[in-house]
């Protein structure tokens, strides 16, 4: 059972480390319409984990439960990208690494659902709808800033130059990852790197973006090794958990 606890926490993290993201914008968007949404995905991102982490406390036993998962372990244990832990340095960095994991979000449920584990099935079907969502709002935005004024242009592309040495992570396979793609539960993501990458230049050729052309990419965050922004965020993260154990509203 280890594999398949690793396994859905490698998917759970990165849902709630995004979203962790998102809720610091609430209340700086540049429109309150765009405010709202952003602070709305951010909750569709919580719900799913809390599903993810809801299986994963069944799974591991002991009376361990999802707040448990979320909010007490350290910085080494989380499995996240390091895509999503990218700060909010200006929106269009905001935009750039929410599109860049929509893409690979939505394929990544798109082939869970034919996972041979029911649990997996059922959260992937749910959520697919609202990532659906996700990626078309972050899709949209990502055209309108890059074909529109010659600041928000640069500022676009800023962002997808610095992000993009994240992405090749996305389908780096983790041991817990190979051995469940192995049984039929998890997802051999590494299928879909080139569909990922032509969908991805394709949107970005339509906004008038250039493609990145370095080959340098980052990775560790799958195995634990964080940015230096992670530590800051799981400090904000955990801080009611850790200051107050056990705490009841």
């Not at 800023?158 to 539960?185: N, P, Q």
């Not at 080139?194 to 080959?215: G, R, S």
């Not at 965050?221 to 400090?235: P, Q, R, S």
Request: contains cysteine; negative net charge.
């Amino acid at each position: 059972m280890t594999n398949l606890y690793n396994y859905i926490l490698t998917i759970a993290d990165n849902a709630l480390i995004l979203a962790q993201r998102l809720g610091e914008l609430c209340g700086h968007g540049p429109s309150l319409e765009t405010d709202i949404a952003l602070t709305n995905i951010s909750l569709d991102l919580l719900g799913q984990t809390r599903s993810y982490y809801q299986y994963a406390a069944k799974i591991a036993g002991n009376n361990k439960t999802e707040d448990d998962i979320a909010f007490l372990r350290i910085e080494r244990e989380y499995n996240n990208c390091l895509l999503v832990e990218q700060p909010n340095t200006h929106f269009g960095y905001s935009i750039g690494r929410q599109f860049l994991f929509d893409v690979y979000h939505y394929m990544l449920l798109d082939a869970l659902q034919h996972s041979t584990d029911e649990t997996l099935v059922a959260i992937a079907k749910k959520s697919i709808k609202e990532v659906s969502y996700h990626k078309r709002f972050s899709s949209d935005w990502v055209k309108r800033l890059g074909d529109g004024t010659q600041e928000s242009n640069e500022k676009m592309q800023e962002a997808i130059d610095y992000l993009w040495r994240y992405t090749d992570e996305l389908f780096y396979m983790t041991e817990a990852e190979k051995a469940m793609s192995e049984e039929g539960v998890g997802i051999d993501v590494s299928a879909f790197k080139e569909k990922y990458y032509q969908e991805v230049t394709e949107l970005l050729q339509e906004a008038t973006l250039t493609v990145p052309e370095n080959n340098y990419f980052t990775k560790g965050g799958k195995e634990g090794v964080h940015t230096e922004h992670m530590g800051y965020l799981l400090a904000d993260l955990q801080y009611m958990q850790r200051t107050y154990p056990n705490m009841n509203w």
